[in-house]
Nanobody
């Protein structure tokens, strides 16, 4: 059983910063792409940023230049540094990972979500 545990959400004023972290634990052979998604009230879940094992990241247009995704492969952890936050960034942020178990099956796992609220 693999779990993703997110941390770092909270309330921040517009223009402020937050750093989210997501740690994977369990029986993992390897982790491929890790990413952050978000879901605002009444909206569908959307991709925020993804990062490859080699630390190549890609971002949604709405967060480019403001958010930075990074990872520590030794710790099976992915981070999301969020700067210049806007009220429209308010959402529940979910961590996601594609991984292989020791049977070399490719699987996907989601975190439980962490709430980010940006006040104007």
């Amino acid at each position: 059983q693999v779990q993703l545990v997110e941390s770092g959400g909270g309330l921040v004023q517009a223009g402020g910063s937050l750093r989210l972290a997501c740690a994977a634990s369990g029986t993992i052979f390897s982790i491929n792409v890790m990413g952050w998604y978000r879901q605002a009230p009444g909206k569908q879940r959307e991709l925020v940023a993804r990062i490859t094992p080699g630390s190549r990241g890609n971002y949604a247009d709405s967060v480019k230049g403001r958010f930075t995704i990074s990872r520590d492969n030794a710790k099976n952890t992915v981070y999301l540094q969020m700067d210049s936050l806007k009220p429209e960034d308010t959402a529940v942020y979910y961590c996601n990972a594609d991984y292989r178990d020791y049977s070399l099956r490719t699987l996907e796992v989601w975190g439980q979500g962490t709430l980010v609220t940006v006040s104007s």
